[in-house]
């Protein structure tokens, strides 16, 4: 590997070069201090929505002790080719041919979001070619809601409701009700927001392919065996803490820890408070045992981690309709509403359609909702937030309660 030796965050936006696997092509771009450098290599892999122009301040600081890749590998980032046919594990065994090809010592990826699959992916198939690993964000999207969330996602863009689409996707990567902790500006939201509304008819297919292979993935047969970071946002109701804490505690050596005042973009919301951990972690060495802005977990914490991830209320008026756009309209009771979902009672049929169902209630705004599970009077169901005005109006609800904790759908 010859490094590039003149970084600087404005040639991030430059060509990258191509390394051709066959009739793959990876785009990549790689820095160092000196051309040659033999040390183990930071391997940056993003998610959804990020380019090599996310990572301008990660690079930055990294380069200091580490030479830096940034891969895009088919259909991810700016790599436009598509790769419907590849599923997360051919991904990440390009990632390994990436690094036999260019004769690379063991890498330590930082994988995040959909990046993380791959990352975790990479490490567990070919260990020899992985010497440490920072994952955030991760999942294997087996939580029944995310999954019928993220199929809604791939509904929506087949309709061609990209304004719907967009407002959902932004829900789900920035908590509405947790903007004061977060910090998260509003120029930034609606920057984000209007990237997701002006995706090119090629960024859906990518999107759609890269959101398809989530939904196929049947799980992870092994675990990364070297040592292993994982980072988890507070309130990141996406990928939700307890399921980072599961997976470390599926690890050979994995340390986790809980980023505070932040959610599904830990690393780019507290930038300080992830840094403090993954630079020692990166180098190799001991984890301060307490760190600013985070908490870090015991082993024995892993698998008993609160699920609860978000309060529930009991409306004041707890009658309400629901209706369909084709099936028709019962009465219901609320028994259970949160910002992410909730529980009704009634008495519905046996059957229902996944999707074209409003909630209706006097309080609100009519509101789309996603029937999650349903077992005699019990409907438990999830919002897709795909409704902009209805979405802030359940949302500015709760953000004037302070709410009881009650387990999430």
Request: aromatic share 8%; hydrophobic share 45%; with cysteine.
């Amino acid at each position: 590997m010859r490094y590039r030796t003149d970084y600087s965050a404005a040639r991030l936006s430059a060509a990258p070069q191509v390394l051709e696997l066959g009739s793959w092509r990876l785009h990549y771009q790689a820095y160092a201090t000196h051309s040659h450098d033999r040390r183990a290599p930071v391997l940056l892999l993003g998610g959804a929505f990020q380019s090599f122009r996310s990572f301008a301040n990660e690079v930055s600081e990294l380069l200091t002790e580490h030479p830096v890749i940034l891969l895009d590998l088919p259909s991810q980032g700016g790599n436009p080719q598509l790769a419907a046919e590849l599923g997360l594990e051919q991904l990440a065994d390009l990632i390994a041919a990436f690094a036999a090809e260019l004769q690379l010592p063991p890498l330590m990826p930082i994988g995040l979001s959909y990046g993380s699959a791959l990352a975790a992916l990479f490490a567990a198939r070919h260990p020899r070619h992985c010497a440490r690993l920072l994952l955030a964000g991760i999942s294997a999207f087996g939580r029944p809601g995310a999954r019928l969330l993220l199929e809604e996602s791939l509904a929506l863009l087949a309709e061609g409701r990209s304004d719907a689409f967009a407002q959902g996707a932004l829900t789900g990567l920035l908590n509405p009700l947790r903007l004061h902790e977060t910090g998260v500006a509003p120029v930034f939201r609606k920057a984000l927001l209007r990237q997701m509304q002006r995706l090119t008819p090629s960024e859906v297919e990518r999107y759609r392919q890269n959101s398809q292979r989530l939904l196929d993935f049947p799980g992870f047969a092994g675990h990364p065996a070297c040592p292993t970071l994982v980072l988890a946002g507070e309130y990141d109701h996406f990928t939700q803490p307890w399921e980072h804490a599961h997976f470390a505690a599926a690890c050979a050596d994995a340390t986790c820890a809980v980023i505070h005042n932040a959610d599904h973009l830990a690393q780019f919301e507290r930038r300080t408070a992830c840094a403090a951990l993954y630079h020692p972690f990166l180098r190799g060495e001991t984890l301060p045992p307490r760190s600013a802005g985070a908490t870090r977990l015991a082993r024995h914490q892993l698998l008993n981690l609160e699920k609860r991830h978000e309060a529930r209320l009991t409306p004041s008026n707890r009658r309400a309709r629901l209706r369909h756009s084709d099936a028709g309209e019962w009465s219901v009771e609320i028994a259970e509403l949160g910002f992410f979902g909730g529980l009704l009672h009634g008495a519905l049929p046996s059957q229902l359609p996944v999707r074209g169902w409003h909630l209706l209630n006097g309080e609100l705004p009519a509101q789309p909702i996603l029937p999650l599970r349903h077992s005699g009077s019990g409907l438990a169901f999830v919002f897709p937030h795909s409704d902009a005005q209805a979405s802030s109006a359940l949302a500015a609800q709760f953000s004037a309660q302070s709410l009881p904790a009650v387990a999430c759908a």
